[in-house]
């Protein structure tokens, strides 16, 4: 499954494709042990306070033009990447292993089958807040939930 988020705008892709409203989801934290003791007494993670962690990042589009980094920059902050990843498969084991973070939509940690070792924070403040779209990929023939 693909996660992508926006909040105001959809992308265009490589692929044309059809997408439908579904409901609203937020962008949450998740973290392993390696970023535990940094965060074991925070309550939720504030916008400006993500320019103070590395993060592993999975596209599929660039991080300028991913709309939480947009924020960011527009805010004067930057979210440092430490790794880009293309398949979301490899979040859990890049954040089990390393000090690493990725912000996701919720939906994505509440799906994952093994969430062992994984620490979740929500993204405090309407940044973190957006839309989910069913999308149809005429590349491949997929139906996928999107968070725009």
């Known amino acids: 499954m693909i996660w992508c988020w926006q909040l105001a705008t959809i992308k265009s892709r490589s692929a044309p494709c059809i997408t439908n409203g579904v409901g609203t989801t937020r962008l949450i934290a998740v973290y392993g042990m390696p970023l535990r003791s940094r965060l074991e007494n925070a309550a939720a993670l504030n916008f ?37 990843c293309h398949d979301y498969s490899q979040l859990a084991p890049a954040v089990q292993s390393a000090p690493l973070m990725a912000i996701v939509p919720r939906p994505w940690y509440e799906n994952l089958s093994d969430k062992r ?32």
């Not at 590395?54 to 430490?82: H, M, V």
């Not at 973190?128 to 968070?147: D, L």
């Open 48 to 84: 400006d306070e993500l320019q103070h962690y590395q993060y592993i990042y999975c596209l599929p589009w660039s991080k300028e033009n991913n709309e939480l980094d947009r924020q960011q920059t527009r805010a004067g902050f930057e979210r440092p990447l430490a790794f880009v």
């Open 117 to 148: 070792g994984l620490f979740v924070l929500p993204l405090a403040g309407e940044q973190a807040e957006g839309a989910i779209f069913m999308q149809y990929r005429a590349s491949t023939g997929r139906v996928e939930a999107t968070p725009y």
